[in-house]
């Protein structure tokens, strides 16, 4: 039997280039992947800038993405397995309870309506983008200082550089917005989740993927894992040895039967 394919799901900020490493290492396993765009991010990363403010960017939703990939998932036979970082993980647990996908990988995943999220670098990070006191229709740009803190603290600085000229872009602040009232089912029958968490992530700190995590543990009827790693960043898709990490997700995959 074939191996079951695998949709990729970039996060804020980020294009699906930002999977680049993981589709080929996960390619070479044999898997048919893919790292669809949400909408409005097929332009290169250079020209997503150069637009920027971009209204059509700024009109963006939540609801509009997951639609949009929802499309795309759909489309693929047999259900593919989804992998999301970020808010790309929240879109994972909702196709999971859409019933979309055959297994879901949510890796420091933006938390849903009810998981508490109150620690000072998860307001600190996501304070410019959730603000009332900007306009939501105006995007907002990631600048460099902001990126060293809220995606590769600690890291070295061309480490730093190197990821925020390559992969980060302009973002809508209605996305972020309408995350706070995404609501996940968590009794819900659901195909199997596994949740990722870095130590050293600011943006998502562990214990927010952690409280996510115990949001499913009354679901007996649902299998739910959590791995988290030790010193990775919110960057933990492309920091130095992420291969870590993605040969952990494969290796849960391949145990699922899938």
Not at 78 to 86: E, L, M
Request: hydrophobic share 40%; with cysteine; charged share 20%.
């Amino acid at each position: 039997m074939s191996a079951t394919p695998v949709v990729f799901i970039h996060g804020m900020y980020m294009t699906g280039l930002c999977w680049e490493h993981w589709l080929a290492r996960f390619e070479s396993s044999g898997r048919s992947c893919s790292a669809p765009n949400w909408p409005g991010r097929d332009l290169p990363v250079d020209e997503q800038r150069k637009l920027h403010p971009d209204q059509t960017l700024g009109a963006l939703t939540l609801r509009k993405v997951v639609e949009h990939l929802s499309k795309i998932v759909a489309g693929i036979s047999p259900k593919p397995v989804a992998i999301g970082h970020s808010m790309g993980g929240l879109v994972v647990q909702l196709l999971l309870q859409k019933d979309l996908v055959s297994a879901g990988v949510a890796i420091d995943s933006a938390p849903p309506a009810g998981v508490l999220a109150a620690s000072w670098s998860f307001l600190k990070s996501n304070w410019p983008h959730i603000t009332p006191f900007k306009p939501i229709d105006q995007p907002i740009e990631m600048t460099f200082p902001r990126f060293q803190y809220t995606f590769v603290n600690g890291l070295p600085r061309e480490e730093q550089q190197t990821a925020y000229r390559r992969y980060v872009v302009p973002e809508s602040r209605r996305v972020p917005r309408e995350s706070l009232g995404a609501r996940v089912d968590f009794k819900k029958q659901r195909p199997p989740l596994l949740l990722v968490g870095g130590s050293s992530d600011h943006i998502v700190p562990a214990k927010v993927t952690r409280r996510n995590y115990a949001k499913y543990r009354g679901n007996k009827s649902s299998a739910t894992d959590y791995e988290e790693f030790p010193g990775r960043t919110h960057f933990i898709i492309g920091q130095t040895n992420w291969e870590e990490v993605a040969d952990k997700v494969m290796a849960w995959i391949t145990e699922k039967g899938l």
